[in-house]
Structures are given as C-alpha cells and as structure tokens.
C-alpha cells in the first residue's frame, strides 16, 4: 500500500505558474505508474497527466498538453505536476494516484486527498 500527499496548490493569477508536489510513502514508489487527477466544482473527476515506472514514457491529456509537465524522483518518492500558463479553467482540486498496473493503467489503486488550485482571471 502507498499513502500520497499533496502539495503545492493556491490562488494564482492566470498566465502564472505553479508546481505540485505528491509525497508517496510506503511501498517501493518505482514500482507504481502514476498519474494526476483534477476535480472542479461541478464536474466529473479528469484526467490530467500520467508517468510510468522510470518516467521515461508520458501522456497529457489534450486540455493542458504544451502547458503542464508530470516528472517523479524515485529517489524522493515524490511526484510532480509543473504547470505554466495557468488558465481560469484550470481551477479544480488536484488529485495524485498510483496504480499498479502496467502502463498504460486502466485504473489507479490509491488517490491522495487532494490540493486546490485556483486560478483568477
């Protein structure tokens, strides 16, 4: 099992930058393709970006493609979501999750609780 904390998220104008954290512990962090996730209010939970096992392969979702970068340290256990160029559509809370499938995952296995991210315009 991994546990899976967030961090990282605030109120930013739009057109800034912002870079989100997700702690993993427990299980080998390596081990576990792993993905992001955002929620705004009123809406279905999204798909934003994935990474596998060594971060060698990555798939955005078209919405933030050019604009977000997902990266791991293995060393770290962490996980990151680098996001420029912020648009008042990308207000949500951010979700990070492992699975422990192959990559491509059809699933993910833990979810952490969540960073709100707020954009003003």
């Known amino acids: 099992q991994v546990q899976l904390v967030e961090s990282g998220g605030g109120l930013v104008q739009a057109g800034d930058s912002l870079r989100l954290s997700c702690a993993a512990s427990?299980?080998?962090?390596?081990?576990?393709?792993m993905g992001w996730f955002r929620q705004a209010p009123g809406k279905e939970r999204e798909f934003v970006a994935r990474?596998?096992?060594?971060?060698?392969?990555?798939y955005y979702a078209d919405s933030v493609k050019g604009r977000f970068t997902i990266s791991r340290d293995n060393a770290k256990n962490t996980l990151y979501l680098q996001m420029i160029s912020l648009k008042p559509e990308d207000t949500a809370v951010y979700y990070c999750?492992?699975?422990?499938?192959?990559?491509?995952?059809?699933?993910?296995?833990?979810w952490g609780q969540g960073t709100q991210v707020t954009v003003s315009s």
């Open positions: 990474i596998s096992w060594s971060g060698g392969r990555t």
């Open positions: 999750a492992a699975s422990k499938m192959n990559y491509p995952p059809r699933d993910y296995d833990y």
């Open positions: 427990g299980r080998t962090f390596s081990s576990y393709v």
